[in-house]
């Protein structure tokens, strides 16, 4: 669902982290990617998973990537649209980032209530930093060797403002072949164009737990037609909290100035996992095949 930026890795090269959705076990977090092994895979490719679970990282939503093949391609509109919507998470009143440190999670997907600014920031570039490990990798740039990163300030519908990194693989790519027109990224977001939905997927770091970026921007030019296109078919009978372990009802808006909301939810929270058929697991196996919506996610290893 997100394709992050390339990082180096002290045993791997240079390599990238990805989040997924998965029927079985809604978003989760893969690594590692090579950046030309792997450059097939996109945001909204079909992949067949082999993953096992990882003693380097204790989120509960990371695994380690034994095998990955694509299978498909979703290229509907309304597909897409159907499937962001259904994963963007509930989280009441709350902040959904705030829902997500209560809980302890590292995943959520949202529809900004708010885009206020955009900024370029200049990174300081270590000059060995394309030697430090010893790796060639050629056309690959890493984020000790980008000059420059996109920063973006946005709203949730709770009312919190965010300011968040934009780590993305998407963005990476813009500023390594066109570094004079760096500022035009946000152009191509179409963050501020009003015939556009946005969302953001964001993730957190795997060493700051509280910090988090935005993995993938996904943006949709609005439609006049009304359509029921049909759920990509293994999503069909997914449930509950899913693509998350828990969520609240719903989502309240902040009042304006004069107004009072009440809300009065219910959230159910489960150690066990129940894929579309009913199957049970928990997240203590070693191993499995799956089958998600692939993308490579956040740098930073996150």
Sequence with gaps: ???GAPNRSKTKGIVQCAIVLSPDFGFIRIW???PETH???KIWSVVSLELEKT??????ESYRLVSVHETGQISDRNEKEKILNRCCLKSGSSDP???QNENKKSIYLVRPEQIYENSIVRNDVDPFADTEYGVEDGWVEDQNKRKVRAVIKWKSMQGKIHTM?????????WFRKKPEYAGRIFENYCLMDPLYDKWFLCGNQKDHRTAWVLVHIFRLKKTQKIVTPNFWPMFDGVGGDWPYLKQGAGNVKTADSGQMEFLFTSTTSSTILTDCLGNMATMSFQSY???????????EKT
């Design 1 to 3: 669902m997100g394709k």
């Design 32 to 34: 590692p990617l090579h």
């Design 39 to 41: 450059q097939k895979i």
């Design 55 to 60: 003693s380097n990282d204790s989120r509960d």
């Design 97 to 99: 980032q705030d829902f």
């Design 165 to 173: 990194g934009v780590v993305s693989q998407e963005a990476a790519e």
């Design 289 to 299: 095949a799956n089958t998600a919506i692939g993308g490579c996610t956040t740098n």
